[in-house]
């Protein structure tokens, strides 16, 4: 099956800081999104990204399809991103989606 | 956006018996729903696909007699563990796609924290 590989695997950042989350993915895709976990385990969507790129507020995201892999950038990072990030994509074979195995970020205040 | 809830938050239960976890779609209707296993400090494993009058599938390894799921109709799936025993205890998470949302993305349970005494 699909391979999904995400790095770094532990992130320890100053607030302020910027910060770049990698996503490599072994086949073709046809969904793949980016998700936070907050520390009481809820996933907060965001972004649904299967090519391009998208932007919300300090948070962007791009994908590059055809390399398989995808970027989930944070800037000017607050306490309150903390918690971990999950890339999950859905093969274009069948309908299941697969998580990596995220990135621990912690920002230090 | 779509919404999914899931209950309860958390459980307690005694081994040996049973609990049940619902995932409902709030806002719209969901044929298929997934559910996901969470070790502390691991990712979400797929255990099984929830389909709408049929039978749920399930991921090699997980036992379908232990994890009975139903979904019996277009909002709601559940998941039943049975028997529980402390190995159960695990963060239970589970997810549905809005067929209808432009995005086509996955919406999540906020998940349900199962500790077994």
């Known amino acids: 099956g699909i391979q999904v590989e995400q790095s770094p695997p532990d992130l320890i950042l100053q607030e302020g800081a910027n910060s770049t989350l990698r996503c490599n993915f072994s086949d073709s895709v046809n969904n793949l999104q980016w998700f936070h976990q907050n520390p009481w385990g809820q996933l907060i969507n965001l972004f649904y990204i299967p090519s391009g790129t998208k932007q919300n507020g300090r948070l962007s995201a791009t994908t590059v399809a055809t390399e398989r892999y995808s970027l989930l950038y944070i800037s000017s990072s607050q306490t309150t991103d903390s918690g971990v990030y999950f890339c999950?994509?859905?093969?274009?074979?069948?309908?299941?989606?697969?998580f990596g195995a995220g990135t621990r970020l912690f920002v230090k205040a | 956006g779509a919404v999914v809830s899931q209950h309860p938050s958390w459980v307690i239960c005694k081994s040996g018996t049973s609990v049940k976890i619902e995932c409902r779609s709030l806002?719209?209707?969901?044929?298929?729903m997934f559910w996901y296993r969470q070790f502390p400090k691991q990712s979400l494993m797929l255990m099984a696909t929830?389909?709408?009058?049929?039978?749920?599938?399930?991921e090699q390894g997980v036992e379908k007699d232990k994890f009975l799921i139903n979904h019996a109709s277009l909002t709601l799936s559940t998941l039943t563990v049975t028997s529980a025993h402390p190995e159960d205890s695990s963060f239970y998470i589970c997810?549905?796609?809005?067929?209808?949302?432009?995005?086509?993305?996955?919406?999540f349970g906020s998940g349900t924290r199962l500790t077994v005494v």
């Open positions: 806002d719209f209707q969901a044929t298929t």
């Open positions: 999950a994509v859905r093969p274009q074979e069948g309908f299941k989606t697969i």
């Open positions: 997810s549905a796609r809005d067929l209808g949302s432009s995005t086509y993305g996955y919406t």
């Open positions: 929830s389909n709408e009058g049929s039978k749920a599938t399930y």
